[in-house]
């Protein structure tokens, strides 16, 4: 396991800990003492994401899962909504809002969902042959692609930069949702 896989599998059980503790010190002296580790902790994490997002599977995994949760706040962020009184003008607006802050959560939350359902709870695909066509697929916040045996799929930043060196031949099992890499099997040229 190296450092950036360490990392993004201890951002959820941190996640947990952290709620745990807020909730533990909330009506106590150490509450902003703990509330300023929390931030900082999850500053740091933040930072993290944002520049190594695809350092491995783990953390693409990991922003999946932060979307589901994000789109599942916003469709229930909205349950919390004072009612709606008075005339059906008045009421219009912020009733067309909520329903397109739910739909939008609503979304969010069945597009990351199903990528983690079809990556992990359905057979990967196996394909087998040589490594053609590294590339990115974009300039900024890119993609790292690669074909094999004439199928584009995604793959992390360490294997792109292993694959930009040499072109191996390679067994690879890739999830149907998120079409990135998860097992690599290399074969003798």
């Not at 010190?25 to 944002?50: H, Q």
């Not at 607006?93 to 990528?115: D, N």
Request: net charge positive; hydrophobic share 50%.
């Amino acid at each position: 396991m190296t450092t950036a896989e360490f990392i993004a599998a201890c951002f959820w059980p941190f996640v947990i800990i952290a709620v745990f503790a807020l909730l533990k010190a909330r009506n106590t002296d150490a509450y902003p003492f703990i509330g300023k580790i929390v931030f900082a902790v999850a500053f740091a994490y933040l930072g993290l994401l944002l520049f190594y997002d695809k350092s491995s599977i783990i953390a693409v995994n990991d922003v999946h899962v932060g979307l589901v949760v994000l789109g599942l706040a916003m469709a229930g962020s909205q349950l919390w909504q004072p009612q709606l009184y008075g005339s059906w003008r008045d009421s219009a607006k912020p009733l067309a809002s909520m329903i397109l802050i739910v739909l939008l959560g609503c979304g969010l939350a069945w597009y990351a969902g199903r990528m983690l359902f079809l990556d992990h709870l359905t057979s990967r695909l196996v394909i087998e042959g040589r490594v053609d066509r590294v590339r990115t697929s974009g300039s900024r916040r890119s993609d790292y692609l690669a074909d094999i045996a004439g199928r584009t799929v995604k793959v992390t930043t360490p294997v792109y930069e292993r694959w930009q060196k040499l072109r191996p031949v390679v067994r690879v099992e890739v999830g149907r949702g998120s079409n990135y890499v998860y097992d690599i099997e290399y074969l003798s040229n």
